[in-house]
């Protein structure tokens, strides 16, 4: 949080914010966020409620499990349920309800820290985060999850934001090599940057991964733009502000329900 209400105000002073919302975004952006505050805690209690009920003799299984193998642990079996699921949600197909979802995310014409607020109600139920670092806290590893869980919000927050380290770094010979290296393991602010444009470098159906590129670089979905894309946000038209927050709840039949995954 200290890393957001830092990179926030730093984006607004130099610029980055100005004149690229609509009211619509405001609505959106606002809205997701007030609600988030009120489902949360719901989907934590009902992760936990179905732990206990369905997994009663594992509770508390792992506690002995030393910090130095319970935090990698954590850590990579989260991101690999994250790869798929993310994945699957960016696949092909009229009828995808993990799309219908997750575009809410996708939707913004920019990219910054304030688009990780950009979540529909509904997308917290399915991402995979929830429930893997939930499980992790039934099963005891208490330090490992809730490290785990800073990871993440630190890393999103340091590959959302409009600062782009690496565009100084991408432009010199020893620069290029560092940041292949750093690649090999880590998605950095270029990759996930390019996961969110469309045009050109623009490849919302590559890079899927949070914190590590190892899965899509297995799994060939890693994609290393030249620069920053040509537009952030999707081709088309937008969605009503009500139906990027509540979908499916709200949601015309007539709308495209998926668009990202066209080349």
């Known amino acids: ?9 730093a984006e607004i002073i130099s610029g980055w914010h100005r004149d690229i919302y609509r009211r ?8 997701c966020f007030l609600l988030s505050q009120l489902v949360r805690p719901v989907v934590a209690l009902l992760y936990a409620t179905l732990f206990s009920i369905f997994l009663p003799v594992w ?10 193998l319970a935090l990698p642990g954590v850590l990579l079996f989260s ?3 994250f790869y798929w699921v993310h994945r699957l949600a960016h696949s092909p197909g009229r009828n995808n309800l993990l799309w219908g979802m997750h575009r809410t995310h996708h939707a913004a014409r920019y990219l910054n820290v304030t688009v990780m607020a950009r979540v529909n109600i509904f997308w917290p139920f399915v991402v995979p985060y929830a429930w893997t670092t939930g499980l992790s806290f039934y099963l005891c590893m ?3 999850a809730a490290i785990t869980l800073g990871i993440l919000l630190m890393w999103n927050a340091f590959t959302h934001s409009a600062f782009r380290w690496d565009d100084v770094l991408a432009k010199t010979g020893w620069g290029k090599k560092l940041l292949w290296l750093v690649e090999l393991v880590f998605i950095t602010p270029r990759l996930h ?8 470098d623009g490849k919302t159906y590559r890079n899927f991964a949070t914190v590590i590129s190892l899965f899509d670089r297995l799994f060939g979905t890693l994609y ?3 620069g920053r894309p ?5 081709p088309g038209s937008d969605w009503h502000w009500l139906q990027q927050i509540f979908f499916p709840l709200c949601y015309r039949p007539h709308d495209r329900v998926y668009v990202a995954g066209k080349k």
């Open 230 to 234: 040509a537009r952030y946000g999707l």
């Open 142 to 144: 208490h330090e490992a």
């Open 224 to 226: 290393v733009p030249g």
């Open 193 to 200: 940057h390019t996961h969110h444009g469309w045009g050109r």
């Open 1 to 9: 949080m200290v890393l957001i209400l830092t990179v926030l105000p």
């Open 59 to 68: 509770r508390g299984a792992l506690a002995d499990t030393p910090l130095w």
């Open 24 to 31: 619509e975004d405001l609505l959106v952006t606002g809205g």
């Open 79 to 81: 991101e690999f349920c």
